[in-house]
């Protein structure tokens, strides 16, 4: 049986597969937390799932949106995973905007729950570089699902977006911290081409806001987010610590190279 976390990330694997088959790879790419735990070895599942998008009107992703969720055929590959229905979303509250399109849907588990999640496209732009690639096999062979491609934001984009959300939220999220923290031992990490995108003010509050999210929100808002076998290794105070010790490292890094050596004045 699966836990709560794993039946949301099976539908949004499976919504994934189904989106490729009706969207060109050059229309969309896969963001947030989803594509680090997809594609970046990270242990945090999400309960939202997030896409940037482009070329495809408001009223043509809604109905491709809406018909990948009354299909038949993902109905009947969730069910062998003991999510017995899907509630599509009521269009008539939904945000549905030339900016973004929300579509907040409804599990229903064969064990009586009622599991919420949300797939929200945004039309801001797509940044650079992302490339579709295939999901990590190790995400894959959990639920013995088939391998699947999918267009996804590159590390380097990736790690752009996690610093702007850390610098910009009004509230600040242990999550980005830690989808950081993640990325922090990438190549990409400590390549001034990565920073260079990243306004200074952006990452020196995203710097400041690393040491502003206490314990217990991290315990609450990430530790339960990851797998049981995990949560002790990664649950204590002093953990947290070191993550966020980490992520200051790699902001320090990312300043300095946004700033660039400087140069020598001979006297």
């Given at each position: 049986m699966l836990s709560a976390l794993e039946a949301r990330e099976v539908f949004h694997l499976e919504f994934l597969r189904a989106f490729t088959r009706i969207a060109k790879p050059a229309e969309f790419a896969l963001k947030g937390g989803s594509n680090l735990r997809f594609f970046f070895g990270s242990l945090r599942y999400s309960e939202d799932m997030d896409l940037d998008l482009q070329g495809i009107p408001v009223h043509e992703l809604t109905e491709k949106v809406m018909k990948i969720l009354t299909s038949p055929a993902i109905a009947?590959?969730?069910?062998?995973?003991?999510?017995?229905?899907?509630?599509?979303?009521?269009?008539?509250?939904?945000?549905?905007?030339?900016?973004?399109?929300?579509?907040?849907?409804?599990?229903?588990?064969?064990?009586?729950?009622?599991?919420?999640?949300?797939?929200?496209?945004?039309?801001?732009?797509?940044?650079?570089?992302?490339?579709?690639?295939?999901?990590?096999?190790?995400?894959?062979?959990?639920?013995?699902?088939?391998?699947?491609?999918?267009?996804?934001?590159?590390?380097?984009?990736?790690?752009?977006?996690?610093?702007?959300?850390l610098a910009s939220?009004?509230?600040?999220?242990?999550?980005?911290?830690?989808?950081?923290?993640?990325?922090?031992?990438?190549?990409?990490?400590?390549?001034?081409?990565?920073?260079?995108?990243i306004e200074s003010a952006q990452l020196a509050e995203a710097r400041e806001r690393t040491f502003l999210v206490s314990y217990p929100d991290y315990r609450d808002k990430v530790v339960d987010f990851l797998p049981p076998e995990e949560q002790a290794a990664y649950g204590s105070e002093a953990v947290w610590d070191e993550i966020r010790l980490q992520v200051e490292g790699l902001?320090?890094?990312g300043i300095k190279a946004r700033s660039g050596p400087k140069r020598r004045i001979d006297s």
């Open positions: 009947a590959v969730l069910r062998t995973f003991g999510i017995e229905r899907i509630a599509a979303p009521d269009l008539g509250t939904a945000k549905q905007t030339a900016t973004v399109q929300r579509f907040k849907v409804h599990l229903f588990t064969q064990a009586g729950l009622d599991l919420f999640t949300k797939v929200e496209f945004s039309r801001r732009g797509l940044d650079s570089p992302f490339r579709a690639e295939p999901v990590a096999p190790a995400v894959l062979a959990r639920y013995r699902l088939g391998p699947h491609i999918v267009p996804h934001y590159l590390a380097a984009a990736a790690l752009r977006q996690k610093v702007r959300a939220r009004k509230q600040v999220e242990p999550r980005d911290i830690f989808d950081l923290y993640a990325l922090s031992t990438r190549p990409e990490a400590v390549d001034p081409g990565t920073w260079n995108h902001l320090a890094g």
